[in-house]
Each structure stands twice: as structure tokens, then as C-alpha cells.
């Protein structure tokens, strides 16, 4: 029997018709969500957009998360959840113990299946130590969907020589993420190198006048390197997803 979430109409009405599939899990993909109650899980996003839900776990309590979980893993999807504080992810391991925690950028990934991997690469680019989890949630995003990746850390604009000591790595790459927190100048510096596209990320990696990133993010948005696209303050995930949907144009 194909997955349920890639089943049509006809399809779900047999297999509930021969005992396949209970009335329940037929009632919530014809709706196209299961009620959960405290959630909504969206049944039909794969089928929309291509890739399955993604769990946003900031706010969510343990048991919330789980739950959901449990709907997108009965219909074979892979599963991506965000910001898990470390205390939620050791109740998700005890009830998915397949699930792995990365504790630096907060992600749990559950994988049903392999995506198929690409050939062309994503490059991520961090300029200080202190932005890591930032660039891993964007590198560990990218490569949930299927991408290599390659790591170029802490070359920030402080010591240009050690940007340029990679440049061939990131000229490689189709995409390239650049991941800077403080004044943010990374991303223009690395624009007027490569030809690839780049997805700035500011951080909220600063003293005072760095307002919890905001300077980082005015200075990639007023960029003069063209093809510099900016998503929001410590927004790897996003960033890793956008880069994931370029490389695989």
C-alpha cells in the first residue's frame, strides 16, 4: 500500500473499504489536516508545497510535539522540529528513540525514509564561532532535504584572509548561506567574490548597538553586492530551506 498522505480519493476509500486504513486516518486525509485539538497537523502540505509540515517547537510543550509526531510518522513523512530545548528533546527521545538531537542549533529529526541526494552543493558560510548554531541549523536544514553541504566557519570580516583561504570551496557551491552577527558585513564581502546566489542570516550575536541583530540585518538589506537575498534575525532554518529549494531547481 503506497503511502497514505500520497493516496487519492479512490485510493483512501478502498484501503478503508478492505481494512487497510481505520476511519479515522481516512476522515483526516480526506479533511487534509488531523485535529489534534491544540494543532492542526497540515496533511496535504507535501502534496502542496512539496515538502511535509515542519514542527516550529518554540512554545509547544513536550507532549504537543509528540503528538504531532505521531500523525506525520503514521503517514510516512520525515520530520523536522525547530527550536527544541534540550529538557523537551529528552522526552521526544524517549518516545521516538530513532530521533536524533542536535543539540547545538535545538533540531530533532525523525527520518521514515532517505531523500535522494543531490550533486550540486550548498555552501554554509559562518563568520564567527559565536553565529555556529545559527549556520548549523541552516546546514543541518539543508541537509535533512537532501544537500551536501560545505563548511566554511569563522572567516569573518576580522580576518579576510581567512575567507579567501576558502574561496575555491565556496566558488564550488550553486548556493551559498552566510551566516554573520555584529555589524553584518559578511554577506557583501562574499557577494562581490562568487556568482552564486547568497542567503545572508543575521544573528543576534552582538554587543549593545547591535540592538539583538537589527544592525546586522539594515546592513545585509542595504547591501551592495547583488544577488544578496536576507531572511530574519537567527533564521537558519529558513535560510537552509531556501537554499535547499534553489539547489534543487
Do not use: W
Request: with cysteine; aromatic share 4%; glycine share 10%.
Amino acid at each position: 500500500m503506497p503511502r497514505i498522505d500520497k493516496m487519492n480519493t479512490r485510493e483512501i476509500l478502498e484501503a478503508l473499504q478492505s481494512g487497510e486504513i481505520k476511519l479515522t486516518e481516512a476522515e483526516a486525509q480526506l479533511k487534509g489536516f488531523e485535529d489534534l485539538g491544540h494543532s492542526r497537523v497540515d496533511l496535504e502540505r507535501e502534496e502542496r508545497n512539496g515538502i511535509p509540515e515542519v514542527i516550529y517547537g518554540g512554545g509547544k510543550t513536550p507532549e504537543q510535539i509528540i503528538d504531532i509526531m505521531v500523525s506525520m510518522e503514521a503517514r510516512g513523512q520525515n520530520i523536522l522540529a525547530t527550536r527544541i530545548a534540550p529538557e523537551v528533546a529528552v522526552e521526544i527521545i524517549q518516545a521516538y528513540p530513532a530521533a536524533i538531537y542536535h543539540e547545538l542549533p535545538r533540531l530533532v529529526e525523525l527520518r521514515t525514509f532517505e531523500p535522494v541526494q543531490t550533486t550540486e552543493k550548498i555552501a554554509i558560510v559562518c563568520a564567527g564561532t559565536s553565529d555556529l548554531s545559527v549556520a548549523e541549523e541552516a546546514r543541518l536544514t539543508a541537509e535533512f532535504y537532501g544537500n551536501t553541504t560545505e563548511r566554511v566557519y569563522d572567516c569573518g570580516v576580522a580576518g579576510l584572509h581567512r575567507l579567501l583561504a576558502s574561496l575555491d570551496t565556496i566558488r564550488s557551491c550553486r548556493v551559498v548561506v552566510v551566516v554573520a552577527g555584529m555589524e553584518g558585513a559578511l554577506p557583501s564581502v562574499v557577494g562581490g567574490l562568487v556568482k552564486a546566489p547568497i542567503i545572508a542570516v543575521p544573528t543576534s550575536v552582538g554587543y549593545g548597538a547591535n540592538f539583538d541583530g537589527l544592525s546586522a540585518l539594515l546592513t545585509m538589506l542595504n547591501s551592495c553586492a547583488s544577488g544578496v537575498s536576507v531572511v530574519n534575525i537567527d533564521n537558519g532554518f529558513g535560510a537552509g530551506f531556501l537554499a535547499s529549494r534553489i539547489n534543487q531547481l
